[in-house]
Structure formats: structure tokens, C-alpha cells
T-cell receptor, first 111, second 114 residues
Framework: NAGVTQTPKFQVLKTGQSMTLQCAQD?????MSWYRQDPGMGLRLIHY???????DQGEVPNGYNVSRSTTEDFPLRLLSAAPSQTSVYFC??????????FGDGTRLSIL | DQQVKQNSPSLSVQEGRISILNCDYT??????FLWYKKYPAEGPTFLIS?????DKNEDGRFTVFLNKSAKHLSLHIVPSQPGDSAVYFC?????????????FGTGTLLAVQP
């Protein structure tokens, strides 16, 4: 059972480039979320989804897009990377009345 | 405005002793609280939770206490073990236990000395 799988683990981008962070879960969880962790700030919610075809914004959504075409996958897209988006990104999933399970993160640096 | 605060960035404890990690919150609408543990280069792992209708929840060596009037919760680890050394995050969610939207504290780095 792989749980929540995030790819890539590390990525370096130049300002203005776009990329997609991948997240997949094999637990048939309805709910999926993306967080970012910055030094001294804890984890902050970017976007979340309560099921296939349904997404909503979290606390810091600007500069990011998401879609949920399948239950398993919840990719996070950076349309035009900015240095302020340098962070560690965590994807999480859960089912009803259960706590969130997190992936091991993607460390993203934007130059 | 930080709605969930962990005012101690770090804590050092001797093996076998009690570790007490503290968390304060400002939003009285929070009704579900969780503690996550995080090792370097890994994602957070769920440890223990408590609903606002309770004031204590225990799971083995881990106990969480909730004081709603003070808007304060604490995690007790007894006895502490070197493998407990990690960053501990307190998190809160809103009405109805909607744990999609977790608000995290900034974390406390616990070091358990052998």
C-alpha cells in the first residue's frame, strides 16, 4: 500500500516557468489537499478537493491551479513560477471522519 | 494573524521523562484538534486528536489535554524515547470536524536525549 505518493521529490525552476506537482493516492480517499510549508510558518492550505470534479480554495491559493479528474490524482499546477513559491509542498488525503494522510513532500526552489 | 500558536520552537527532554508540548489557539469556532509528528524529509504523520466535547484523549504514551476556556491544548509524552525526536505540529479545524481545512501551528522541535 503506497499511500500518498508525490513526484518529483525535488525540483528547481526558473522564474516564469510552469510545472505540475503530481499527487496520487491508492486508498480511495474522497478528500485531497495541498499544503505548503515555509520556515517559521507551519503548513498552509493551498487548495483542496472533496471528490472528483470538485475543488475549492484554501488559505493561499494565488498562483496555483488544481483539478480533480479522478479520485486518485490531484495535481497542483504553478502557471508562472515566482521566487515566493519556493517552499516544500505536501499533498494529503483522507476519508470521512479520519485524519489526513500526508505524502513525503516536494521541495521546490525557484530562482 | 496566527490562529494556532506554538510558542516554543524547541524542547529538550531526557529519555524516560515527560515531554509537554503546548499549543494555543484564538478562534473559538475550532472544534477539532490534532497533533502531527514530522521527521526530516518525510511528511507529517498523524499522532492523536481530540474533539472539543472532550478534555482529554489518551493513546498509549501520548495524551492530549484540551482547556477550552483558556483556548489551550497540550500533548504529553510519557515516557519520552529518543525515537520521539521530531517536529510536532498542532492543528485545528472548524465546525463539524471538517478536517479538510486544517490550520497548523509553526511546530515544536522535540529532542529526546539518551
Amino acid at each position: 500500500n503506497a499511500g500518498v505518493t508525490q513526484t518529483p521529490k525535488f525540483q528547481v525552476l526558473k522564474t516564469g516557468q510552469s510545472m505540475t506537482l503530481q499527487c496520487a493516492q491508492d486508498m480511495n480517499h474522497e478528500y485531497m489537499s495541498w499544503y505548503r510549508q515555509d520556515p517559521g510558518m507551519g503548513l498552509r492550505l493551498i487548495h483542496y478537493s472533496v471528490g472528483a470534479g470538485i475543488t475549492d480554495q484554501g488559505e493561499v491559493p494565488n498562483g496555483y491551479n488544481v483539478s480533480r479528474s479522478t479520485t486518485e490524482d490531484f495535481p497542483l499546477r504553478l502557471l508562472s513560477a515566482a521566487p515566493s513559491q519556493t517552499s516544500v509542498y505536501f499533498c494529503a488525503s483522507r476519508t470521512s471522519n479520519q485524519p489526513q494522510h500526508f505524502g513525503d513532500g516536494t521541495r521546490l526552489s525557484i530562482l | 494573524d496566527q490562529q494556532v500558536k506554538q510558542n516554543s520552537p524547541s524542547l529538550s527532554v531526557q529519555e524516560g521523562r515527560i515531554s509537554i508540548l503546548n499549543c494555543d489557539y484564538t478562534n473559538s469556532m475550532f472544534d477539532y484538534f490534532l497533533w502531527y509528528k514530522k521527521y526530516p524529509a518525510e511528511g507529517p504523520t498523524f499522532l492523536i486528536s481530540i474533539s472539543s466535547i472532550k478534555d482529554k484523549n489518551e493513546d498509549g504514551r501520548f495524551t492530549v489535554f484540551l482547556n477550552k476556556s483558556a483556548k489551550h491544548l497540550s500533548l504529553h509524552i510519557v515516557p519520552s524515547q529518543p525515537g520521539d525526536s521530531a517536529v510536532y505540529f498542532c492543528a485545528a479545524s472548524g465546525v463539524g470536524g471538517a478536517t479538510n481545512k486544517l490550520i497548523f501551528g509553526t511546530g515544536t522541535l522535540l529532542a529526546v536525549q539518551p
